[in-house]
């Protein structure tokens, strides 16, 4: 099926670094979704988007939906360890499913 | 708020046999509610959308018979691996959705190993 384009795919940071992570898509999303997954459990949603050109913060995260409303990106600052897991975007139209990007793989180096 | 249960968390079954994946809505209805399944490394591949009180509708590529999916409730959603065979093993993850708030919000999942 249909995926976002998530860059990049994986990511080897330092703890106290700054981390940036986006998608783009073809298509137009009214809803912009980022999720975070540890291994072997469920995604947990982190940040909604629901309007272009929105800018929304939940801690250290912050994202963004796009004016075009075809991309998002998602910023984390000051990582730590424990931030460390599989990151995806999600693009969500009006009729409830979800397309998702591939992942962007996080390790955080103590 | 918004939590979904899902059970088991992790089953080992042998070949031809059949495995119930439970997904439960704890604290809110949810009226959609979506099974997918996901490789090591991999995305989210969906596999079905499952609307309470009708049947489920299956993405091209995933077997019906093979995958019975069952929304009897509003809180409460089943899938089925019918007659299962060491390749239907894999991670299970089921969501739940809101009406009109257009999020999901995703099951523990269920490890599937068969033998």
């Known amino acids: 099926g249909q995926q976002l384009n998530q860059s990049p795919q994986s990511m080897f940071i330092q703890e106290g670094e700054d981390v940036s992570m986006n998608c783009t898509s073809s298509?137009?999303?009214?809803?912009w979704l980022w999720y975070k997954q540890e291994p072997g459990e469920g995604p947990v949603l982190l940040i909604a988007?629901?309007?272009?050109?929105e800018l929304t913060s939940n801690g250290r995260l912050t994202a963004q939906f796009g004016i075009t409303r075809k991309d998002s990106f998602l910023n984390i600052s000051a990582s730590i360890p424990s931030d460390v897991g599989i990151y995806f975007c999600?693009?969500?139209?009006?009729?409830?499913?979800?397309?998702f990007g591939q992942g962007t793989i996080l390790t955080v180096h103590p | 708020g918004a939590v979904v249960s899902q059970h088991p968390s992790w089953v080992i079954c042998k070949s031809g046999t059949s495995v119930k994946i439970e997904c439960r809505s704890l604290?809110?209805?949810?009226?959609?509610m979506f099974w997918y399944r996901q490789f090591p490394k991999q995305s989210l591949m969906l596999m079905a959308t499952?609307?309470?009180?009708?049947?489920?509708?299956?993405e091209q590529g995933v077997e019906k018979d093979k995958f019975l999916i069952n929304h009897a409730s509003l809180t409460l959603s089943t899938l089925t691996v019918t007659s299962a065979h060491p390749e239907d093993s894999s991670f299970y993850i089921c969501?739940?959705?809101?009406?009109?708030?257009?999020?999901?919000?995703f099951g523990a999942g269920t490890r599937l190993s068969v033998l």
């Open positions: 969501s739940a959705g809101i009406q009109g708030a257009n999020i999901q919000y």
């Open positions: 604290d809110f209805q949810a009226t959609t």
């Open positions: 999600a693009g969500g139209t009006s009729y409830g499913k979800l397309t």
């Open positions: 298509s137009i999303f009214n809803t």
């Open positions: 988007l629901y309007k272009a050109g």
């Open positions: 499952s609307n309470e009180g009708s049947k489920a509708t299956y």
